[in-house]
Structures are given as structure tokens and as C-alpha cells.
């Protein structure tokens, strides 16, 4: 069993993770704000659906077989970039909305659907791959025992973070619509704070070296 100062220390480098805006939060707060709670939950059921296979491909080492080839660490790291900076362009683009600016035109989607594009959302998401196979190798010990045990471990301990902190997200996100709408330069600067998050994300991650 992994000592708890390790847990600890793991749990808030997944608190930092969720918080940072990214593909999840947004889909997150954008179905919650336009569709209610409800569908926001929904949708955080995907999301969560796909830390899950995350976890099982890390744990199982499938994903660090295909970061292991430069060319398919290449081709994702380079995907990656490119995703987050149309995010970022997409984010302050003229005529763009913030993630807590309602979008009267946007139709319900099905169940089906928020799940759906929830988990699809989370799953081509190379932040969490990534995120995954920089952190777990720090964590896990032989010595502790299984090394599997204690990815699984790890893995849902970051879920349980990310599960508790976006539903809280999207309480707030729901409820704070209103505020947001009145006060237009705090969604100029939230754009241009988020824009800058995914520049920054995508200059790192254009940077990196896949050393894990």
C-alpha cells in the first residue's frame, strides 16, 4: 500500500490537472449552462467512462508501449498541439463565446448523446495520456507491492478527485450564468485566461520530449 503523504501528494497533482481548463471542462460547463445540471452530469459520466479505459491502457502498459515509438509519440504529440491551439483559437476567435456565455440556439441533446460525446471528449484527449504516463512511474513502487494494484490505485484516486470537483463545477456553472451574462469584461478576461492556458499547454506539449 502506497504511504499516505505519496496519496496525498498524488491526489493534489490531479486536483491541478482538473482545474485547469481543458476539452472536459468545457463540454462540462458549456451542456450544463445550455441543458441544466442533469445533463451535466450525464455528460461527466462519459467523461469519467474515459479516465477509466486511460487508466486500463496505462495500467496494462499499453499506452506507454505506443509513447516507447518516437514516430507514434511524434504524431500524438503533434496532434495534441494543433487540438489545443484551435481550442485557444476557438476560445477568442471573433464572435466566440465563453464557456459560461449561453448559446440560445444549441438544440437538447439525447442521454445518448451527452454521454457519448462526453466519453468521446475525454477519450481524444492526449492531456490525460500524457498526464497518466509523466505521473504514475513518480508514484508507483515495487516495494509497495503489485504495481498494477497500485496504478489501479492511483488511477482511481484521480477519478475520485476529477468525479467530486467537476460536479461541483458544473453546480457552479449552472448557477452562475446569470452573473456571468451581466458582467461582460469577466468573460473577456475568462476567454483570454483560457486561450492563454491552451497556447501554453500546446507549447509544452509541442516541446516535450516523451521522457517519462
Known amino acids: 500500500m502506497l504511504p499516505l503523504q505519496q496519496v496525498l501528494l498524488f491526489a493534489f497533482s490531479a486536483l491541478l ?6 476539452p472536459n471542462m468545457i463540454y462540462l460547463i458549456s451542456r450544463s449552462v445550455t441543458q441544466g445540471k442533469k445533463a451535466g452530469l450525464i455528460s461527466l459520466a462519459g467523461v469519467i467512462t474515459g479516465f477509466l479505459f486511460h487508466i486500463t491502457l496505462v495500467s496494462f502498459g499499453l499506452t506507454a508501449i505506443l509513447m516507447a515509438v518516437p514516430y507514434a509519440y511524434t504524431i500524438l504529440k503533434t496532434i495534441g498541439s494543433l487540438y489545443l491551439l484551435y481550442l485557444a483559437w476557438q476560445t477568442i476567435k471573433p464572435g466566440s463565446k465563453g464557456v459560461f456565455q449561453t448559446n440560445s440556439n444549441l438544440q437538447p441533446d ?3 448523446k451527452l454521454y457519448t460525446v462526453g466519453l468521446f471528449t475525454n477519450l481524444l484527449n492526449p492531456k490525460v495520456a500524457v498526464f497518466y504516463l509523466s505521473l504514475f512511474p513518480q508514484f508507483i513502487h515495487p516495494e ?3 504495481v ?22 458544473i453546480l457552479f456553472a449552472a448557477s452562475v450564468t446569470g452573473w ?21 499547454l500546446a507549447v509544452k506539449m509541442a516541446f516535450d520530449k516523451g521522457k517519462v
Open 110 to 112: 439525447s442521454t445518448f
Open 144 to 146: 509497495y507491492g503489485s
Open 148 to 169: 498494477l494494484l497500485q496504478s489501479f490505485f492511483l488511477g482511481c484516486t484521480q477519478i475520485i478527485v476529477s468525479l467530486t470537483v467537476n460536479t461541483l463545477i
Open 17 to 22: 490537472m482538473v482545474l485547469i481548463p481543458g
Open 180 to 200: 456571468f451574462t451581466a458582467n461582460p469584461k469577466w468573460v473577456r478576461i475568462q476567454k483570454w485566461f483560457m486561450a492563454s492556458v491552451f497556447g501554453v
